[in-house]
Nanobody, 119 residues
């Protein structure tokens, strides 16, 4: 079984920064791609950024230059550094991982952490 625990959300003023963390726990699996998604009220969940086990990153266009995804493979943790935050970044942010088991690859989601950008 895989458990994902997210932390780091909160309320921040426009132009501010936040750092999200997502730690995966469990055993018997390998972690392939790790990523962050977000869902604003009334909108579909969308990709924010993803990072492969080898460190290759992918960002949504609106996040490029403001957000940075990174991972610590020894800690099974993925981070999202968010700078120059805007009110339109307000959403619930979800961690997602692709975990490899002997039986195949499966996707797991975190519980979500609220990010609110407001003055």
């Amino acid at each position: 079984q895989v458990q994902l625990v997210e932390s780091g959300g909160g309320l921040v003023q426009p132009g501010g920064s936040l750092r999200l963390s997502c730690a995966a726990s469990g055993s018997g699996f390998s972690i392939n791609t790790m990523g962050w998604y977000r869902q604003a009220p009334g909108k579909q969940r969308e990709l924010v950024a993803a990072i492969t086990s080898g460190g290759t990153t992918n960002y949504a266009n609106s996040m490029k230059g403001r957000f940075t995804i990174s991972r610590d493979n020894a800690k099974n943790t993925v981070y999202l550094q968010m700078n120059s935050l805007k009110p339109e970044d307000t959403a619930v942010y979800y961690c997602r991982i692709r975990a490899g088991w002997s039986t195949g690859e499966y996707i797991y989601w975190g519980q979500g952490t609220q990010v609110t950008v407001s003055s």
